[in-house]
């Protein structure tokens, strides 16, 4: 059973046009690994988004960076976590990053980004997805 797996769609020239990345919701909901779930959803966001919709998507990265240092007993560096910000209509991606939804999509200026609870050969999971526009 694999707690990550990572897709990439190519279109016929061989430039990437979806990346999907799939959290366990086991992985995701465990005390102790969560916060790692977290962190590679993160990281994920912040390295395949592009500059132009990074900052509009930064209020959701932030969120899920201090969820993360709050859930648990995280060793990090002074001032790594930044201040919170406010959500807006990121909200319902946090809903659904816990598993309270089932649903968040938002177009950006060059990006699709989907969250999506779902299930696979492994159980449940969180779908995060980015298709270039």
Known sequence: KSEVAFDVTPDGEGNIVRLALHL???FIEDVRNGPFATDIACSFLSDVISETDRAAMEPLIVALQREMVNRSTVISRAGAVPEA???GEWSGALDVY????????????HTRFALRNGASG????LQIIVNAR
């Open 24 to 26: 366990a919701r086991g």
């Open 85 to 87: 910000r406010p959500l």
């Open 98 to 109: 816990y598993g309270r939804a089932d649903v968040f999509e938002r177009a950006l200026g």
């Open 122 to 125: 492994s159980g449940p999971e």
